[in-house]
């Protein structure tokens, strides 16, 4: 079965943190690269962070030095660290292999809201 369930979103003051979970099935997640990817309102989906199956990781301009991505390989479970949060963040987060297109399958989301 195929499955993606992100977690860990909600309402952060900026400056704050929060720290994404995403369950995937070991059809996504076994031997792939995994990102976490966001939307916000209005706004086409970006990619965020990549972490390869090694562990090597990359980052947007717009949060390096602020999120880390990891992940957990007998859990089959990608994380995100999200420090020093700022209110450009607001959005909702996924996650998927990467690279992901469209067309693939997405899971709900989790809402991540950042107050000034």
């Known amino acids: 079965q195929v499955q993606l369930v992100e977690s860990g979103g909600g309402l952060a003051q900026a400056g704050g943190s929060l720290r994404l979970s995403c369950a995937a099935s070991?059809?996504?997640?076994?031997?792939?690269?995994m990102g976490w990817y966001r939307q916000a309102p209005g706004k086409q989906r970006e990619w965020v962070a990549r972490?390869?199956?090694?562990?090597?990781?990359n980052y947007a301009d717009s949060v390096k030095g602020r999120f880390t991505i990891s992940r957990d390989n007998v859990r089959n479970t990608v994380y995100l660290q999200m420090n020093s949060l700022k209110p450009e963040d607001t959005a909702v987060y996924y996650c998927?292999?990467?690279?992901?297109?469209?067309?693939?399958?997405w899971g709900q989301g989790t809402q991540v809201t950042v107050s000034s």
């Open positions: 070991g059809s996504i997640f076994a031997g792939n690269a």
């Open positions: 998927n292999k990467f690279p992901a297109s469209a067309v693939y399958y």
């Open positions: 972490i390869s199956l090694g562990g090597i990781t």
